[in-house]
């Protein structure tokens, strides 16, 4: 898989991920972000154009792939806001205590293996009443299609980069002590069992 995992996937990623549906989806929650910001995952760069110049500081850009990063550096040579890009993962955020006003998750929670840790991490940047945007798909509300997504789930986390079809979405914000201030779900146009979406904000407990 190492062939795949670092030239085939995350062209894959890029295409799946900026699809018209998933860049609708991101386009509601991104630009409530403000002020230094953090994005968690924040893979190709899709985001990136929904970032208001007039409200962002300063991003940090996280993401574990190094071939990932590089393709968001070209995306965000486009736009006028100052970005740190960073290599790592959630469960170790390489940044100050309390030094974040803002961290966008989009796509990512579904893929995270650490997340006790990679929330704890994220409660410990944010400043005092700094808020978590996410906006993820996990587990759908119909019982046919939950026996889908637990179905095609271990193939679709093998291919998927560790992509979980299956994930209870507000519970995990929940038990990471978070505390969902607003939240909306809907399907959005495409393969149901990878469709079911949640945005929404959160604060930390």
């Not at 955020?93 to 989009?106: A, F, G, Q």
């Not at 997504?149 to 992509?163: K, S, V």
Request: glycine share 8%.
């Amino acid at each position: 898989m190492g062939i795949y995992n670092k030239f085939i996937l995350p062209r894959v990623t890029h295409a799946i991920c900026g699809s018209s549906p998933v860049m609708k989806q991101r386009q509601k929650v991104v630009p409530l972000a403000e002020g230094r910001v953090l994005e968690i995952g924040v893979g190709s760069g899709h985001n990136i154009p929904f970032y208001s110049a007039d409200k962002v500081d300063h991003l940090f850009a996280l993401d574990p792939s190094d071939e990932m990063l590089d393709i968001a550096r070209r995306q965000m040579e486009q736009h006028d806001i100052t970005t740190d890009y960073v290599q790592g993962g959630a469960e170790a955020i390489p940044l100050e205590d309390h030094s974040m006003d803002s961290i966008v998750i989009t796509y990512t929670l579904c893929s995270i293996k650490e997340l006790t840790s990679s929330f704890s991490e994220m409660r410990r940047v944010l400043k005092p009443g700094g808020h978590l945007i996410f906006c993820e798909h996990g587990k759908a509300p119909d019982k046919s299609v939950q026996q889908w997504q637990n179905r095609l789930n271990p193939i679709w986390n093998t291919f998927g980069g560790g992509c979980n079809l299956n994930r209870d979405i507000p519970l995990l914000i929940e038990k990471g002590a978070f505390r969902i201030e607003k939240m909306d779900t809907m399907y959005i146009p495409g393969f149901r069992p990878a469709c079911f979406n949640y945005w929404g904000v959160a604060k930390p407990r």
